[in-house]
Structures are given as C-alpha cells and as structure tokens.
C-alpha cells in the first residue's frame, strides 16, 4: 500500500460530523456510508464503493466535516490533498470559486437541517448531474497526482544528461538534465506524460528542487571524474517555479555542496513564463545578480510576441526540435535562418535542438548557429554513461 492510502476495517469511522478537514478520499477498495447523525439513529446520504470520491466539501471550502463517513466493509482509500483540491479551485474563473461555495453552503445548510429535523433522505436536494467521463477523468487524475508524489518519495525518479555540442567542432560544451519517471506500474514514463499534471498543482516545487539538487549532485560528479572542465549544466525550470521562495536557496546550498560556479548553471525556460510580468523581470535580475545564465527554451513555438526579447535580456535561444527536424523544407529553413540572424543580431548564442542527421547539422552549421543537441551525438542517458560518453569524446577530439 503507497504511503498515501489509508485502510479502514469494516465499522470503521473514518471522519465524524464537525472534524476539521484535513483530505477528500478516493475509494479503491470497498464501501463507505455517508450519514448524519439523528435523535433516533442515523439518516444515511449515500453509499459510495470502488472509484468515488468523498470527503471534498470540508477540503474546498475549509468549513468542518457536515456528515460523517464510516467503512461498512474492509476499504482501501486514497487520501487527495487540500493542496491538489485548492489548487484547482485557486486555478478556476472566480465566477467558478464563487458558484462552488454557494452550491456548497446550500448543501451544507440542507444536512443542518437534515440533522435538526430528522427529515428523511428523500427531502435532500438532488445530486446535480455529474458528467461521469469528466469524473473518471478527474478521478484518474487525482490518483495520477498521488502515484507522482509517491514517486517522489520512493526515490522513482533519475536524472539523464543529454550533451550539448559545440556545432563549430562538436565538442561537448554541456548537458541538458532530463528527468525520468521508473514506475514500478506504469514502467517508463515520459517526461510530458507527467510532467504537465505536476505543472498544474503544487507538485511541480517539491519535483522541481528534487530536479535541481538531483542534477547538480550528478553533475557534480561528472566534473570530478573528467577534471576541471568549463562543461556547463541546463536546468528545465517551469514558470510556476518562478514564485517558488525556495527556488534560489536550494540552487546556492547545491552549488557549494558540489563545488560548481554558478556561471556553469544554465536554466531553461519557456516563453509561456512571459505570462507571470513582473516576476520573471525580477527572477531574471536575480539570476543574472547570481551569475546564473538563463536559456530561452522552444523558441518560436508559444505564442508570444517578440517585444520581450528587447525587455528581457537571454543568455541563449534555443531553437525548437520542430524546426530542426523540417529544415530540409524550405519555409522551415527560412524560419530557422530568420531566427539565428535575429538571435546574432541580439548577439544571443543560438542551440538547436532534435539534430538527428548530418544533413540537419551541416545545414545549421551553414547558417551560423553555434551550439546543437540531438540523437546524432546523444540520446538523454545516465550519469555514468554521460561520463564514459565524455572520456570517450575526450580521446577522439
Ligand atoms: P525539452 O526541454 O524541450 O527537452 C528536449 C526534449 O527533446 C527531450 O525530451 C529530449 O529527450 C528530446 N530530444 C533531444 N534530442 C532529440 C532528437 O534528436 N530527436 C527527438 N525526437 N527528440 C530529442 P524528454 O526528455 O522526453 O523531455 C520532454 C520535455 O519534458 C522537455 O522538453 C521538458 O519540457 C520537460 N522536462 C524534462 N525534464 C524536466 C525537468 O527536469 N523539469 C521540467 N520542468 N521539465 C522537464
Ligand atoms: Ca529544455
Ligand atoms: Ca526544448
């Protein structure tokens, strides 16, 4: 059983009446009643089995429990956090926030009058009509969240280095860090696969400092087994970690843990980080006051404007794996010529990504793009692998 789900024996109370609320719960295994309690006995409002969720109200809008749940047989939860709840809610249109909290006062204030009156079940107010693929969804994504924080906490995840070749004599000049996910159910799962739910909610902070003191541990190790080299290392970092108040104290206490310069720290970016304003302005001074470098990352894929190119100022630019991969077609060849010229113009160093063939190489090495990262030279692969992957490199160049 994960850390995460609870078991109850059958008869077993799981919250009472007036309990604060501390988690909503997702039934995996078994039955539980919903009632309220009554002068003469109990007035139960549903029973609940396999796949539903209970326990939601107290969570979303922080009042005590309004009815109590028991197992009326041997049952398996899975404990949905306030954070994965309010999150969503924090997320929605405000006319939303605002519709839930009154649905769920009338609620509320129909349970109240429930127990006070000792009317019958029948005098509750309808369920309102629930889409039951929106709910399957929801369900599974919630349980989604949950194997992730597992995940976290059960040491599931690795860190690959990808290299990043100089284009002028392709040499490596760096690693991109990309995370992995080793599930023990799902098995290997990708990046965007998971990545994306965890960028939705909170996940993301805890994930994101466990991806920059995991890199830098790595890292730290492929520098003392290669020498003093002025490798350098890129760090994905998601907008929501830009609000992250821990974001730079990890980063520093990581760096002179493993003896590594800032400047040798790269972070990757997206141009959807241009959506938090201010922040990115100031998170952008901090990095450079640091003497971080800053990447933007997909270039020409968001839906940006070009102005923040004036406004903020970017280490590196990276071109998208999409452009690389159709610069035989002549539009994308054009796109990608347009984007260096733009990027020499700024005198921002331009990296390629997706580079897969010698033809893609010689035609951004034609056009003046200076680093480039792809199956050509390396898939992503592990610490070790990076580090026999650079002694070899080492030898031939
Ligand atoms: P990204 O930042 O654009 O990373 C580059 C992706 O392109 C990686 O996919 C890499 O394996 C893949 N790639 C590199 N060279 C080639 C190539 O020649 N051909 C093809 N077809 N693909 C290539 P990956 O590792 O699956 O990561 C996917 C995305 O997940 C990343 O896209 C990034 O947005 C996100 N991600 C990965 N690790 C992290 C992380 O630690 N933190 C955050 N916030 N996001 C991450
Ligand atoms: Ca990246
Ligand atoms: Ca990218």
Redesign the pocket.
């Known amino acids: 059983m994960q850390w995460n789900q609870k078991f109850f024996k059958k008869g077993e109370l799981i919250f009472s009446e007036g309990d604060a609320g501390t988690s909503a719960y997702i039934i995996d295994r078994g039955r539980v009643e919903i009632f309220v309690s009554q002068k003469n006995g109990k007035n139960v409002i549903s029973t609940l089995s396999n796949g539903e969720i209970f326990g939601e109200m107290a969570i979303i809008d922080g009042s005590n429990r309004s009815a109590s749940a028991v197992a009326v047989e041997d049952t398996e939860l899975i404990l949905v956090s306030k954070d994965q709840l309010i999150e969503r809610i924090k997320l929605a249109d405000p006319t939303v926030s605002f519709l839930v909290t009154i649905l769920l006062n009338r609620v509320r204030n129909s349970l109240k009058n429930l127990s006070k009156r000792n009317m019958s079940t029948g005098s509750l107010p309808q369920n309102a009509a629930v889409n039951k693929e929106e709910e399957v969804a929801f369900i599974e994504k919630m349980k989604f969240e949950n194997e992730l924080l597992s995940a976290l906490k059960n040491d599931q995840f690795t860190?690959?280095l990808?290299p990043i070749v100089s284009i002028h004599d392709e040499s490596i000049v760096g690693f991109?860090?990309?995370?992995?996910w080793n599930s023990p159910t799902r098995g290997f799962v990708?990046?965007?696969l998971f990545?994306g739910v965890a960028?939705e909610t909170s996940l993301?902070i805890p994930?994101?400092q466990w991806?920059i003191k995991r890199?830098l541990r790595e890292f730290g190790k492929v520098l003392r087994e290669v020498g003093n080299t002025p490798l350098f290392v890129s760090?994905?970092?998601?907008g929501k970690?830009l609000d992250d108040p821990e974001f730079f104290n990890t980063l520093e206490a990581a760096l002179q843990q493993e003896n590594i310069k800032a400047k040798q720290v790269k972070l990757?970016v997206?141009e959807s980080i241009l959506v938090e304003g201010d922040i990115v302005v100031n998170w952008l001074m901090e990095c450079k006051k640091r003497g971080l470098t800053v990447a933007l990352?997909?270039f020409g894929t968001g839906y940006s404007s070009l102005s923040y190119l004036c406004k903020l100022q970017f280490d590196n630019i990276?071109i998208?794996?999409s452009f690389t991969?159709s610069i035989a077609d002549e539009k994308s060849y054009m796109i990608v010529k347009a984007i260096i010229d733009m990027a020499k113009g700024l005198r921002v160093p331009i990296i390629a990504?997706?580079?897969?063939t010698v033809e893609q190489y010689q035609a951004l090495r034609f056009l003046g793009c200076d680093f480039g990262?792809?199956?050509?030279y390396s898939?992503?692969v592990s610490v070790d692998d990076a580090i026999t992957l650079l002694k070899n490199y080492k030898k031939t160049a």
């Open positions: 860190m690959y990808q991109e860090s990309l995370i992995r990708r990046p965007d990545m960028e993301i994930i994101g991806v890199t760090i994905n970092v998601s970690q990757e997206t990352d997909d990276k998208d794996k991969q990504e997706g580079i897969e990262q792809g199956y050509l898939k992503p």
